[in-house]
């Protein structure tokens, strides 16, 4: 009864309230990432969803539904999440990509172009990998399409 008193004032998340310990979400959280990576998006958004209800402090789940709201072609809906990905961790490249990519789909190419930029200026700073490699492929020619639909009459 402490827990859940503490949730509806809150000082705890809902999972802590409903006594979820971290085994229990890692698991449900590699479900998701399972889902996702079959292409059951929608699935998998519902799962981060209910993540996000129970531990909202917990960065990764936004990062996984702004990529996945992104992958359904609904980029209003990725970008509040890809928003809080980045205040939590400004320097996170995949996030910065998709959000750059995301203001593309919604027109605003200087938003896009910054977030582009900014991408890339730090690949020269950090060890890459195979999926950094990636998205800085991606953040080229997403920067590209985005400089030349910025100058379109």
């Not at 200087?110 to 950094?132: C, G, H, P, S, V």
Request: charged share 25%; proline share 4%.
């Amino acid at each position: 009864m402490q827990f859940e008193q503490e949730w509806i004032n809150g000082g705890v998340s809902l999972g802590a309230a409903a006594g979820w310990i971290a085994d229990e979400i890692r698991l449900v959280t590699e479900l998701g990432f399972a889902l996702a990576e079959q292409g059951r998006n929608h699935e998998a958004i519902t799962i981060f969803e209910g993540l996000i209800a129970l531990a909202p402090a917990t960065t990764y789940f936004d990062v996984a539904l702004g990529a996945l709201w992104l992958r359904e072609n609904n980029p209003a809906k990725a970008l509040p999440h890809l928003n809080a990905a980045l205040a939590a961790d400004p320097n996170d490249i995949p996030s910065r990509v998709n959000r750059g990519e995301v203001f593309l789909r919604l027109e605003n190419y200087e938003a896009a172009m910054k977030d582009l930029k900014f991408a890339l200026r730090k690949r020269e700073k950090i060890r890459t990998n195979n999926l950094l490699e990636q998205c800085f492929t991606r953040a080229h020619a997403l920067l590209f399409t985005a400089d030349r639909l910025s100058k379109s009459p």
